[in-house]
């Protein structure tokens, strides 16, 4: 709430940088770090108080995910099949890393794994403190979204 109107701040980068191993069915490996200092909002405002006070960019400067545990996908899918899975792993934003199991759909388009998944991040849980102040309010938590493709090396 921004004094008294509803409103969502939403941030954006293409800098993110990652690999994903499949072996057969399996994805064995895979890992994706996201340079946190260029995420930007549709507000310069909102884009420094997210990279000083909230995030603490030059302290935290990216955040990454890095899976635990193997993906069964059952089968090699088909081109153009889509895939819903469960990754587990270390997802570490602002210097805290928790374990933590997200959704994501994956597609193979040939040599591309095209991958989209979303989870809830609670500030708390990560060492954030509510930004609120004087006019501004905002929720405890938001969403973490990512669309990632992978390129066959």
């Known amino acids: 709430m921004l004094f008294g109107q509803d409103t969502e701040g939403v941030g954006r980068t293409r800098d ?7 072996d057969g069915a399996q994805i064995t490996a895979a890992e994706f770090t996201v340079d946190m200092t260029t995420l930007q909002s549709d507000e310069d405002n909102r884009d420094r108080k997210f990279n000083g006070e909230i995030m603490s ?9 890095v899976i635990t545990q193997p993906i069964d996908l059952g089968a090699v899918p088909a081109d153009g099949t889509e895939v819903t899975a469960s990754a587990t792993g270390d997802l570490t934003i602002h210097g805290v ?3 933590v199991t997200i959704e994501v759909q994956a597609q193979r388009n040939g040599d591309i794994v095209d991958v989209l998944g979303s989870t809830d991040i609670v500030f708390a849980d990560y060492g954030i403190d509510n930004p609120s102040t ?9 969403a ?3 669309l990632l493709s992978f390129a066959k090396a």
């Open 16 to 22: 993110v940088t990652g690999s994903l191993t499949l």
């Open 57 to 65: 960019t030059s302290e935290f400067p990216t955040a990454t995910f």
């Open 97 to 99: 890393t928790k374990s």
């Open 134 to 142: 004087g006019g501004i309010t905002t929720e405890d938590q938001g």
């Open 144 to 146: 973490l979204e990512f």
